[in-house]
């Protein structure tokens, strides 16, 4: 998969941490790109997405405590995470259309929120 996920780590709650997504400038620059997370025993789910243009979506979880941006000289999308708690725990992912409907994923990067 052409995006590698990277920046987890284990932090306490109320911490904060940035994880990066470096992909191909072609991919950067034709597709809207997304973090996803996977919980131990739960469901991969969408936590922000960016199009193109800079347009941010965040699920209810995660607005006001999360930012999603785009560096375009880095063909890079960052997750801002800001006042974590341990439920935000999970293996995150970045990925586009294209590779999630044929279900390619990379291998994420754990964030662990304890104390």
């Known amino acids: 998969v052409q995006l590698q996920a990277s920046g987890g780590g284990l932090v306490q709650p109320g911490g904060s941490l940035r994880l990066s997504c470096v992909t191909s400038?072609?991919?950067?620059?034709?597709?809207?790109i997304g973090w996803y997370r996977q919980a131990p025993g739960k469901r991969r789910e969408l936590v922000a997405s960016i199009t193109t243009r800079g347009g941010a979506n965040y699920a209810d979880s995660v607005k006001g405590r999360f930012t999603i941006s785009r560096d375009n000289a880095k063909s890079t999308v960052y997750l801002q995470m800001n006042i974590l708690k341990p439920e935000d725990t999970a293996v995150y992912y970045c990925?586009?259309?294209?590779?999630?409907?044929?279900?390619?994923w990379g291998q994420g990067t754990l964030v662990t929120v304890s104390s």
């Open positions: 990925n586009i259309g294209m590779f999630i409907s044929r279900d390619i």
């Open positions: 400038e072609s991919i950067f620059s034709h597709n809207t």
